[in-house]
């Protein structure tokens, strides 16, 4: 029977000289000539929390011990960690112009629509008096393609900036 303080006791345990002393105080544990029997006390903890306390958290049906706890404590850590570091990156790639803000995007998008739409709806004033006069079907294919195909062109040397 190896006999330990009660700070030394509560340290192992994982928690404070308090809530040592506050357990003590309230007879759950007891003292050998003001000193703690650790396996004994460990007992009388345990028993006193199958008893007094209801099982919130469980690992495989036990409460949680401290390398569980551990444990998680480090998963949670180290995804937060990571999350950190996708938000730096984020924010070195937006610095370095790899990203572009959404709203960029959005409004360039709408100006090359907007050129699209206008350039085609200039075809058919330019070429209806044109196509008014032709009766071969082949010859207004031809032309309607060389004036889609310019129109395209033309958006095709445009810069998105």
Do not use: C
Not at 127 to 151: N, W
Request: glycine content about 4%; overall charge positive; charged content about 35%.
């Amino acid at each position: 029977m190896a006999l330990i303080s009660q700070s030394e006791w509560a340290r192992r345990q994982g928690f404070s000289k308090q809530y040592a002393a506050k357990l003590i105080k309230q007879g759950k544990i007891t003292l050998i000539d003001g000193m703690i029997d650790e396996y004994t006390a460990n007992a009388e903890l345990e028993n006193y929390r199958n008893i007094h306390l209801p099982k919130q958290r469980k690992s495989q049906g036990t409460y949680f011990v401290r390398d569980d706890m551990h444990q998680l404590l480090m998963k949670t850590k180290l995804k937060n960690e990571i999350e950190k570091g996708k938000l730096l990156e984020a924010r070195v790639k937006a610095e370095t112009g790899e990203l572009v803000p959404i709203d960029e995007v959005k409004k360039a998008l709408f100006s090359k629509a907007r050129i699209v739409r206008d350039g085609i709806f200039s075809i058919a004033d330019r070429i209806s008096s044109l196509l008014a006069s032709i009766d071969d079907a082949a010859e207004i294919h031809e032309i309607l393609m060389k004036e889609f195909r310019t129109v395209l062109e033309e958006l095709s040397r445009d810069d998105l900036r």
